[in-house]
């Protein structure tokens, strides 16, 4: 008979070999503290081998008893101390009473356990729905800091992405370098052909190769950062679940990207930040909302749910409220990963961020004028606000100008959606 006194005995295993745990029957084993104790990720074993395990024959004498509590065993701090011992082994029903002398002299104590009323006291108090969210926001915090430290969850870098951010970081590269790896793109070939025939670049005369194309329409530049993000893009989809009405993710990048490119045109040559960085920045500053819908498809969905109802505030608190970590953050962790360079991954990760005053500010600080400027004018979601007057100061920018360039490019808007839906299509 199984009372509050019955020890409850299971096997644990791993490439080390097995392990025995003994804790009161009523308990709930936190594998975390195994863990933490042993330094091993230990697992139990399956109902089938663990049924088959205690069933065996072996295990009716005290000689087979004894040869099995000699394992290395780990012993819940409430076990009972008295002589004799009943275990219990859920899966087989098999019972054992025992001397407590037959139990392993080195065995581990430690706290292994926790009571139903342990577990009942640490849940959230309120509704349902209190209790729900509150849940969601603990668990989903885990899985971000474990999908993020092993990226199990997320695609490899495509090979053209790959080489790519290599030829990036060789400043001796060149047009003969990159046509040879867009060429071995079909897709990649297409939408840059695509782009240079655009209406949005007016080139004169007939584009008829893809070197024609970089050298006389796009330029170098602006092929290995369009290619770059186009590769990227490809490792992972454009959610379905999105708030509804917003504005689709690959035109607020293409926006994003040209209007930081040609913001920085207009900065004085001496203090003017990189304009392919700045470009791939943009193109990439909303990376992260790919790969948050993609770890998170239910928690996505709530996101979406509340940006959906709560438009005046910057996503950045609401994702902070359901899921306790920003699309900035994921998507910035990813770039270094990824080892894009750190202008483009500071850009993305600190946005939002008017206070930073680390390497690359300037990087940050323009891609947060462009969300502002395209807000202001209905493209992208979250609130406008006023344009802080330091932050065009910074820049070396007037609003003036930058209200020049936004409309120089939304005039050509029905050519950015068709580039835009050659980005959606690949």
């Known amino acids: ?29 936190n594998l975390v503290s195994v863990w933490k104790e042993t330094g091993r990720h230990l697992q139990p074993l399956t109902a089938n081998d663990s049924n088959k395990f205690f069933t065996q024959q072996a295990l009716e004498n005290e000689a087979g008893l004894a040869k099995l509590l000699s394992l290395p065993t780990l012993m819940d701090n409430s076990c009972t101390e008295a002589a004799t011992l009943i275990l219990f082994e859920p899966h087989s029903g098999r019972t054992f009473e025992i001397n407590r002398q037959l139990i392993n002299p080195e065995a581990i104590r430690s706290t292994l356990g926790l009571t139903p009323e342990a577990i009942e ?15 969601v926001e603990k668990f989903t915090a885990l899985r971000i800091k474990q999908r993020l430290e092993d990226t199990l969850g997320l695609p490899t870098l495509p090979p053209t992405a790959q080489k790519i951010i290599q030829l990036r970081s060789n400043p001796t590269a060149g047009v003969d370098d990159l046509v040879p790896i867009v060429k071995m793109d079909p897709s990649l070939s297409a939408q840059v052909m695509s782009w240079s025939a655009s209406p ?23 092929v290995v950062n369009l290619a770059l993000g186009i590769a990227m893009g490809k490792t992972l989809t454009i959610p379905k679940d999105t708030p509804r009405g917003s504005t689709p993710y690959w035109l607020q990048s293409v926006y994003c990207a040209i209007l930081a490119e040609r913001l920085i045109k207009k900065m004085p040559p001496e203090n003017r930040p990189h304009p392919g960085l700045g470009y791939l920045a943009g193109l990439l500053h909303n990376f992260g909302y790919l790969a948050l819908a993609h770890i ?15 438009p005046h505030l910057n996503h950045e608190h609401i994702e902070k409220q359901i899921i306790n970590v920003t699309r900035e ?24 961020d008017l206070e930073y005053q680390g390497e690359h500010r300037e990087y940050a600080l323009l891609t947060n004028l462009c969300l502002r400027i395209l807000r202001k004018h209905n493209i992208g979601d979250g609130p406008c606000g006023d344009i802080p007057g330091s932050l065009y100061e910074e820049l070396n920018l007037t609003p003036e100008q930058v209200e020049e360039v936004f409309d120089k490019v939304h005039h050509k808007e029905e050519d950015l959606a068709e580039m835009t839906r050659v980005l959606k299509a690949s």
């Open 121 to 135: 006291a640490k849940q959230p108090q309120g509704d349902d729905v209190t209790v729900i969210t509150r849940a």
């Open 296 to 310: 998170f498809p239910p928690h996505f969905s709530l996101v979406s749910r509340y940006v959906e109802a709560n």
């Open 1 to 29: 008979m199984v009372d509050d006194q019955t020890i409850r005995i299971l096997m644990l295993h791993d490439s080390q070999g097995k392990m025995l745990v003994l804790l009161p029957h009523n308990q709930l084993l």
């Open 200 to 222: 949005y670049y007016a080139a004169p005369g007939s584009i008829h190769s893809i070197q024609d194309a970089i050298v006389r329409v796009l330029g170098y530049d602006l």
């Open 329 to 352: 953050q994921i998507g910035a962790w990813l770039m270094e990963t990824w080892n894009l360079p750190e202008e483009v991954y500071r850009a993305i990760r600190y946005q939002n």
